[in-house]
């Protein structure tokens, strides 16, 4: 049974540092990756999306990486601001097209 | 494009109470979804629909019915609302099982039974 996790719960910077975000799964037969933000009392928005053939992904300050073999993806932000405190959510689609889910980080970034 | 779209956002139910929620998309999706979050639980699969006329379900069904009579719309219906139905409801859609399966969500209903 697919499991995914999401180290660290919470996560606290200072505006201006890079940081990564870390999402581990324990079956590598995966269809993709999925990473998603969630505003407090907001629906979830699609950040990125990473097929299973592929390495990584960029939008922008993000940019998300895969090793299935490992059964992990980061979530790397380039020079965070305020704006990008939210909760990121993980979540990993197998070949029955449904989404297995983390519990998330919560990332606070302080002016 | 609206995306998706989701009735209603708030809803306050006593015990035993029925209601529908729906969920409306506008990209000529094949899938929806029906997910529910919880506090420490992340988001679970309710129901899902891999095209018009047809349901299944997903991780967490009992308590919840729905119906896809039209392509655009996923109906999640509440026959008789319990105190742990209480969440926050999510509706998501996909455009097929060839694509990449990008799921798009919409913004959500809370709902609370008393």
């Known amino acids: 049974k697919q499991e995914v996790t999401q180290i660290p719960a919470a996560l606290s910077v200072p505006e201006g540092e890079n940081l990564v975000l870390n999402c581990s799964f324990t079956?590598?037969?995966?269809?993709?990756l999925q990473w998603f933000r969630q505003d407090p009392g907001k629906g979830l928005t699609s950040l990125l999306l990473i097929q299973s053939s592929q390495r990584e992904q960029t939008s922008g300050r993000l940019n998300a990486s895969l090793d299935k073999s490992s059964g992990r993806s980061t979530l790397y932000i380039a020079a965070s601001q305020p704006g990008d405190s939210a909760t990121y959510l993980c979540?990993?689609?197998?070949?029955?097209?449904?989404?297995?889910w983390g519990l998330g980080t919560s990332l606070a970034v302080n002016p | 494009n609206a995306g998706v779209t989701q009735t209603p956002k708030f809803r306050v139910l006593k015990t035993g109470q029925s209601m529908t929620l729906l969920c409306a998309q506008d990209m000529n999706h094949e899938y929806m979804y029906w997910y529910r979050q919880d506090p420490g639980m992340g988001l679970r699969l309710i129901h899902y629909s891999v095209g018009e006329g047809t349901t299944a379900k997903g991780e967490v069904p009992d308590g919840y019915n729905v119906s896809r009579l039209k392509k655009q719309n996923f109906l999640l219906g509440l026959e008789s609302a319990a105190p742990s139905q209480t969440s926050v409801y999510f509706c998501?859609?996909?455009?097929?099982?060839?694509?990449?399966?990008?799921?798009?969500f919409g913004p959500g209903t809370r709902l609370t039974v008393l």
């Open positions: 998501a859609s996909s455009l097929s099982t060839t694509g990449t399966n990008e799921q798009f």
């Open positions: 079956d590598s037969a995966i269809y993709n």
């Open positions: 979540a990993v689609g197998g070949d029955n097209r449904k989404l297995i």
